[in-house]
């Protein structure tokens, strides 16, 4: 299977908390990456977890992180349209400690 | 101070012939990444350099594909005698550590979109 997985698509309505999922295999990732990607663009980081960490926010992100089950999520909290995008989740994998990334998962915000 | 500078932003290649794209890491960043995001897929690692080396090329395809990060001047990723396949967009990234520095982050270019007909 992929080192990094997330799943494809979220709907959420507009004000709603949006929560992306993310999994990863390789248990000495230190840092955890999120990045968005908007159409067209590149990718804009978002936010990044030290592994010894369980949680961190910022402003309307929040990430968890499991790192016994290995996995990691991203809360946007009060979803707005413009936070439609594609999410990729980032985590070293290898022992290269370059970033894998997953498949991504598209946020699609209705009103 | 500007971002992760990628240029062209497009390109169109007919196929056989040959593609280059441009990095400009953001300053004072010595290390360089390339990816490939082939369509409705994510970010596939490709090859890290450093100034004058390759460190890990990995993810690279074993033909065609080549890439360099020369002492002066950006870093190049070159695709030979290009075919279909290779469509795809092209992110270069950048940062000021290796990747195992604590904190270290990769900053992203808005990617080079190669369209082979």
């Known amino acids: 299977g992929e080192d990094v997985e997330q799943s494809l698509f979220l709907s959420v309505r507009e004000g709603d908390s949006s929560v992306i999922n993310c999994t990863y295999t390789d248990s000495s990732s230190t840092y955890l990456y999120w990045y968005k990607q908007e159409p067209g663009a590149g990718l804009q980081l978002l936010t990044y977890i030290f592994s010894n960490m369980d949680m961190k926010q910022d402003q309307r992100l929040t990430v968890l992180l499991n790192k016994k089950d290995k996995h990691l999520s991203l809360r946007i909290a009060d979803t707005q349209t413009g936070d439609s995008a594609i999410y990729f989740c980032a985590c070293p994998s290898g022992g290269s400690y370059i970033p894998t990334f997953g498949r991504g998962t598209s946020l699609i915000v209705h009103p | 101070n500007a971002g992760v500078m990628q240029n062209p932003r497009h390109l169109v290649r007919r196929r056989g012939q040959e593609a280059r794209l441009r990095c400009s890491p953001m300053?004072?960043?010595?290390?360089v990444y390339w990816y490939r995001q082939l369509p409705e897929e994510g970010l596939k690692f490709m090859v890290y350099?450093?100034?004058?080396?390759?460190?890990?090329e990995s993810g690279m395809p074993k033909e065609r594909f080549s890439a360099e990060f020369p002492k002066e001047g950006p870093s190049i990723l070159r695709i030979q005698q290009v075919v279909r396949g290779d469509s795809a967009a092209y992110f270069c990234?950048?940062?000021?550590?290796?990747?195992?520095?604590?904190?270290?982050?990769?900053?992203f270019g808005e990617g080079s979109w190669l369209t082979v007909v």
């Open positions: 350099l450093q100034k004058e080396n390759i460190i890990d």
């Open positions: 300053k004072g960043h010595s290390h």
């Open positions: 990234a950048s940062s000021p550590e290796t990747p195992t520095a604590p904190g270290n982050t990769i900053y």
